[in-house]
């Protein structure tokens, strides 16, 4: 083995020498020519000097709770507010509107496009004079808090593919989550907890399932990985000491480990040991941390009312809103939250009114719970789906009923804290929901945004992987400057 | 070489005739009327003009190094043939040249320059062929370096034309934005005028004013171009200068010219916000509306500039040092002097702690201690951290006399108190804080007339009081009915449990629905003796009561020698067949899971008989409802008896009453008293409702029964 080592290093010459420089030459300045800022600047691409300087300048939002609404809750029952649709119900949708937008499978069949307008009422609120719908109250009320953009668009039109990209950045899995890139990009601001946790909680409506590969790490060290907590006893899975075992025999045991693994460090100095000794004492910190952050027994009586009763059901909206602040509150970068149920492509009055009651009092809660411990300015919160919901029915439109399918071109979310502008709605759709007049932003616009909240030039957080670089926002994004505080 | 001879003197006669086209160019260019396609020469001059440069620099070196060609056979012939080549370039680059001038937009006295001294290198090149040829060895040697220093001149004159004229050394003084703090900055000076001069004013400027246009000094630009004025101020989004950046990129009037360094996307921005807020010249940025969109845009280019500190940085190693597990130390932001420190894990933490950061304590400007338990001395040695900004303590139970030592802390712009205790007394010392910018208060019981005191007082601090429980009424969830067993064979206990400790929970174990009055109240666990089912809410001050929560309890019973069920099960829910409802398994929510027998089609049918006669006391029937589901209480129960040595005869018969609405799932229990009646055999009809309610989506059509137990006691 040592013989081949030695030969190989013997094996040059001038010939080869040359041909390598040369080589090495000729690609630099290909390079240069394919990536104009290769040499500009100190920093250039090198992704070290990148990483040491991030964030890359004050971030605004320290923190990131992330309220995914899963399964694409309907804009136009929700905060685009259509009258033309009442007025137009049950005509026929305008192919100068459609403009040929593909559809899914489940309405391309239909041989007829009836709009269809909101069965709910819907009131202006606060300054920016938002509308909002009746089944959103609570929301209503905080919304010179937030900023609604009502100008989102994606290239996905089903769920799995438009989840996906909204949180990797890709359509097709493997790439790191948003969680991840955070955690590789800032690290953890507590030791003691992961940077990166996963709540998932489900509603009555008509779901989509939601897979790790959200939270997956992708090609980053796997401590970027989300952990997802658990509604039941233990929210980490395998974290608590079996019965029996007291925290002096766990802490003899893992300083027996260590001394063990360290002698196996100096022999091979591998440096994988050394982070297998880290990540026990991590998660022995974590026993002691998680049940801390966890515990809402010792929350005050107005907190429960805050979030509303269900907020003491582990495994709710309402419980995982809380647990994301407790957990938000001690540091942990990026939160995700995801809620199932809001994929009415029929039944739609009726599974969104409980959709909205499921979330609304607890969303709100949150902004005004962080607002009242003087978080909000520095942790961001999102809410919002994956896509928007068709202006045309589903189906037949009832006297009580009516369903909607996906929707790419034009969708809702609100974000809230951490830089982003209070009280303002961001574009505009036109009068019949359908498309975007103005302000389009699209996802990796909107992930440039919240890089940007957190201290990161977007085109700069980068890693190389399989031969090329790779960036949450991958060639594109622009961060939207307007909503910025 | 007969052939090379000839080429060389073509080539020498077609000199001579351009140096003579070329000065009746000079002579007449005035006057010149150039046809387009000889506009289309002049234009060839950017690119031949590199021809020339490169041919009569080898030239040169070759004439003041004659040696390089030494191995040559004619390297006198090489040489001339190279400066005449050379020359060729240069008199069509001129004449090209020539042409060029004659297009408007160029400042005549900078092209004058460069025109002369380009002609001047075409003649001081004919002049060094000729004396080479006739071997003049040092006029050679001196003639060649001036042409070098010729070509020097006219080259960089010529950039200086088309890229502006601190072209070559503009990165090496490059004013940049960040030195001039965002206090002093000038809206035009320091944000637009940068801008202008990098992407416009190559073009825009005294030397060249394309379009007539000169975008280098205010009141040119006030002034306009051919078209007229650039900014109208009537409507700032018609502004001339703003239509052309904003045409698409393939339009021929789009500037910057395609090719040229384009505007980046918050230029676009800065320049449109520019123009719409008035276009303002010697405005400071301070002085503009705070909402105003130029501000906010040109902020972000200051941003680097804020939270910059008087003080040093500390020692990296220093504060790496001191960062341990739950006390954590960083930088605000990379480039920032400023600290903060957060505190994690209670547990771990003690006074040492906060004082451990004394060797820092000049750069901390904010520390977060939220949930750490601070007592009342330890606010003393927070009065260390002179330059703190920020400060969280949230619910770290302080709450004494010892607000007064923030009054120290000059800088303090944040305060954080929720959570904790505050006596109505401390109002005084936080009324003193008037250098506050946000005082946060929820959740420290003062009352809402002090608060109002304060907000009096500290009239420029914006005081969050947050959520106050405003007299909504909520729902309660309900209690949680703990158990280890839901069929027991003598007794059994169960524990009821609510979340919320305040709440008072009521319970009965007869099947009717429980309430705050005539209810039972729990207070210690409760034994079951006989099969029931438990219902309980919980109700507290405050607080609507809260829905029904419910479990039923089964006592293990006789179990009967021989079992047989007239009709099966349906065959989707058919358990283990007859013998399910007598394993002991109680069903749990999921009535598919096997512990269920469900009934649409037949009646449950079931016949027991007892080798011996049995005393049965009461007979209970354990079921499943779901009304979503199609899961309804049975339309009629009938049991038959057959006592020792009589007849079958019906003992009972039952219409359970049917709910007027879908409630959600839960279990059931129907108890029937037998009388202690000496029993051979027993047959239980138990019939599903043959039309579902007229409230019910299935209307009309046909419910099912679920059954997991069948108990006889």
């Not at chain 1, 609404?69 to 049950?90: R, V």
């Not at chain 1, 809380?322 to 199932?340: D, I, M, P």
């Not at chain 2, 505007?263 to 800065?270: K, W």
């Not at chain 2, 303002?280 to 906010?296: D, Q, R, T």
């Amino acid at each position: 083995m040592e013989k081949e080592i030695l030969e190989n290093g013997l094996n040059q010459n001038r010939r080869k020498f040359l041909s390598k420089v040369g080589l090495g030459i000729g690609s630099l300045a290909l390079g240069s020519l394919l990536i104009p800022d290769l040499f500009k600047g100190n920093a250039g691409l090198d992704e070290e000097a990148m990483m040491a300087a991030l964030p890359h300048f004050a971030p605004k939002a320290k923190r990131i709770i992330y309220l995914f609404q899963n399964g694409a809750p309907s804009q136009l029952e929700s905060f685009d507010y259509k009258p033309l649709l009442n007025t137009y119900m049950g005509q026929e949708l305008p192919e100068s509107i459609r403009k040929g937008q593909r559809l899914t499978g489940m309405t391309s069949g239909q041989s007829s496009f009836p709009l269809v307008g909101s069965y709910f009422g819907f009131q202006q609120y606060g300054e920016a004079k938002a509308w909002i719908s009746d089944i959103f109250p609570h929301t209503a009320k905080i919304v010179d808090d937030i900023c609604i953009i009502k100008s989102m668009h994606t290239e996905a039109i089903n769920h799995d593919p438009a989840l996906t990209f909204f949180q990797t950045g890709a359509q097709v899995g493997n790439r790191p989550s948003m969680g991840s890139w955070l955690s590789y990009g800032l690290g953890s601001e507590n030791n003691n907890l992961p940077a990166f946790c996963v709540l998932l909680s489900r509603g009555k409506g008509n779901g989509q399932g939601v897979y790790s590969k959200l939270w997956t790490n992708g090609f980053l060290d796997s401590v970027h990985q989300g952990v997802q907590f658990s509604a039941s006893e233990d929210p980490v899975l395998y974290l608590g000491d079996p019965k029996g075992m007291s925290r002096q025999d766990r802490r003899k045991m893992l300083d027996q480990i260590a001394s063990l693994n360290q002698m196996n460090y100096e022999n091979f100095g591998d440096p994988e040991i050394n982070a297998k000794i880290q990540q026990y004492e991590m998660a022995f910190r974590m026993q002691t941390a998680v049940p801390e952050v966890t515990d809402i027994s010792k929350e005050p009586d107005s907190i429960i009312k805050l979030y509303g009763p269900d907020c003491l059901i582990p495994g709710t909206y309402a419980a995982n809103c809380l647990l994301a602040r407790k957990l938000s509150e001690n540091g942990v970068r990026f939160v995700q939250l995801y809620h199932q149920g809001w994929d009415q492509h029929g039944n739609l009055p009726n599974e969104m009114a409980n959709q909205a009651k499921d979330v609304d009092q607890a969303s709100a809660a949150l902004i005004t719970d962080l607002k009242q411990r003087g978080l909000l300015d520095e942790t961001l919160v999102i809410w919002g789906g994956e896509f928007g919901r068709t202006n045309y029915c589903q189906g037949k439109i009832l006297a009580d009923n009516y369903g909607r399918d996906h929707h790419p071109r034009a969708f809702s979310i609100w974000m809230a804290g951490g830089g982003v502008k209070p009280g303002i709605v961001h574009g505009e759709t036109d009068d019949f929901g359908y498309n975007i007049t103005e302000d389009p932003v699209h996802i990796h616009d909107f992930q440039a945004t919240i890089l940007h909240l957190a201290g990161i030039d977007h085109e700069k957080m980068v890693y190389k992987h399989l031969g090329r670089r790779y960036r949450l926002t991958d060639v594109s994004g622009k961060v939207v400057k307007q909503i910025l505080v | 070489m007969p052939l090379n001879s000839r080429l060389v003197s073509i080539s020498e006669n077609a000199l001579i005739a351009a140096h003579g086209f070329i000065l009746i160019l000079i002579i007449g260019q005035d006057r010149i009327q150039l046809p387009a396609i000889l506009e289309v020469v002049g234009r060839t001059h950017p690119l031949l003009l590199h021809f020339p440069i490169v041919l009569l620099l080898i030239g040169v070196v070759l004439v003041l190094f004659p040696k390089i060609l030494s191995e040559s056979k004619r390297p006198k012939l090489l040489t001339s043939g190279i400066l005449l080549l050379g020359l060729l370039f240069s008199a069509f680059t001129v004449i090209a040249g020539l042409f060029l001038a004659t297009e408007s937009g160029y400042e005549r006295s900078d092209i004058q320059n460069h025109q002369w001294t380009g002609i001047l290198v075409f003649w001081l090149g004919s002049l060094l062929y000729w004396s080479f040829k006739k071997d003049f060895v040092p006029a050679n040697k001196i003639m060649a370096i001036s042409l070098a220093v010729c070509i020097l001149i006219a080259g960089h004159l010529g950039a200086s034309l088309t890229h502006g004229e601190d072209f070559l050394w503009s990165p090496l003084n490059q004013k940049t934005l960040t030195s001039t703090p965002f206090e002093e900055a000038l809206a035009y000076a320091h944000v637009i005028q940068p801008i202008l001069e990098q992407k416009c004013v190559s073009c825009h400027k005294a030397s060249k004013k394309k379009g007539d246009l000169r975008l280098d000094e205010p009141e040119f630009i006030l002034t306009g171009g051919e078209n007229g004025p650039v900014i109208d101020f009537e409507k700032p989004e018609n502004s001339l200068l703003l239509r052309h950046i904003l045409l698409p990129l393939e339009d021929e009037d789009h500037m910057p010219p395609k090719g040229k360094m384009q505007l980046s996307e918050d230029e676009i921005l800065l320049i449109q916000a520019w123009i719409k807020d008035s276009v303002h010249f010697e405005k400071k940025l301070v002085h503009f509306n705070a909402e105003s969109e130029f501000l906010l845009l040109a902020k972000s280019k200051f941003q680097t500039q804020k939270n910059t500190y008087d003080f040093a940085s500390a020692d990296q190693e220093l504060v790496q040092s001191l960062n341990n597990f739950y006390r954590r130390i960083q930088p605000i932001h990379p480039q920032s002097a400023g600290l903060e420190v957060n505190f994690y894990g209670k547990e771990n933490f003690n006074l040492e702690e906060i004082k451990g950061l004394e060797p820092i304590k000049e750069q901390i400007v904010s520390i977060n201690l939220s949930y750490m338990p601070l007592k009342e001395m330890d606010m003393a040695v927070l009065a260390a951290f002179k330059n703190l900004e920020k400060l969280n303590l949230n619910f770290t139970g302080i709450g004494g006399n010892t607000l007064q030592i923030l009054s120290g802390l000059k800088n303090l712009r944040s305060l954080s108190l929720s959570g904790n205790p505050i006596a109505p007394y401390e109002t005084k010392a936080l009324s003193g804080l008037k250098q506050l910018d946000f005082l946060y208060l929820w959740n420290t019981s003062l009352p809402e007339g002090q608060i109002k005191e304060l907000k009096a007082s500290l009239t420029n601090t914006k005081i969050e009081i947050g959520f106050q429980n405003d007299g909504i009424l909520y729902v309660l969830n309900p209690p949680i009915i703990d158990f280890d067993q839901t069929v027991f064979s003598d007794q059994t206990e169960i524990r009821l449990k609510h979340p919320i400790e305040s709440t008072k929970l009521f319970y009965t174990v007869d099947n009717t629905p429980p309430d705050s009055s005539s209810s039972l109240k729990y207070e210690k666990p409760i034994v079951l003796e006989k099969s029931s089912t438990l219902r309980a809410r919980a109700f507290a001050a405050g607080w609507l009561g809260s829905p029904e929560a419910s479990t039923v309890f089964l006592k293990s019973g006789k179990k009967p020698d021989f079992l047989n069920l007239k009709f099966p099960p349906n065959e989707k829910y058919k358990g283990k067949g007859v013998e399910t409802l007598f394993d002991l398994q109680k069903g749990d929510f999921d009535f598919g899971s096997g512990k269920w027998l469900g009934f649409q089609e037949n009646p449950m049918d079931l016949l027991m008989e007892f080798d011996q006669p049995k005393t049965i006391n009461e007979v209970a029937i354990s079921l499943f409802l779901d009304e979503s589901s199609y899961i309804f209480p049975p339309s009629t129960v009938e049991i038959w008896v057959r006592e020792l040595k009589g007849e079958w005869r019906i003992f009972q018969k039952d219409t359970p009453d049917q709910p007027n609405q879908a409630g959600d799932k839960r279990l059931n229990l129907i108890v029937y008293k037998m009388e202690q009646l000496q029993i051979e055999a027993l047959r239980l009809r138990i019939l599903p409702i043959k039309s579902l309610p007229k409230w019910h989506p299935g209307v009309g059509q046909k419910g099912w029964v679920f059954i997991d137990e069948i108990l006889l006691n």
